[in-house]
């Protein structure tokens, strides 16, 4: 079983920055593809960004190039580098090794 566990978010100004981290408690992480998602009212969960075991990454098309998925097998870790932050881009963001699991969400809120 793997236990999920995300932080880093807050408020940030439109064009900040953000990190977020997501723990795995549990065995096999090394070997699952990790992913963040994010979610907003009344829509369904989006893919962010995921990364494979071996570091390859893949990206939403509305964050390529803004932000970066990376991982520290050693650390069981996850992350999540915000880059020139939007306003659309608030949302509760979610991390996940693939059903079923998922951490509990941290919200990011992007002023204007």
């Known amino acids: 079983q793997v236990q999920l566990v995300e932080s880093g978010g807050g408020l940030v100004q439109a064009g900040g920055s953000l990190r977020l981290s997501c723990v795995a408690s549990g065995t096999m992480f090394s070997g699952r593809v990790m992913s963040w998602y994010r979610q907003t009212p009344g829509n369904q969960r989006e893919l962010v960004a995921s990364v494979s075991r071996t570091g390859y990454t893949n990206y939403g098309d509305s964050v390529k190039g803004r932000f970066t998925i990376s991982r520290d097998n050693a650390k069981n870790t996850v992350y999540l580098q915000m880059n020139r932050l939007k306003p659309e881009d608030t949302a509760v963001y979610y991390c996940?090794?693939?059903?079923?699991?998922w951490g509990q969400g941290t919200q990011v809120t992007v002023a204007a």
């Open positions: 996940t090794a693939g059903y079923p699991y």
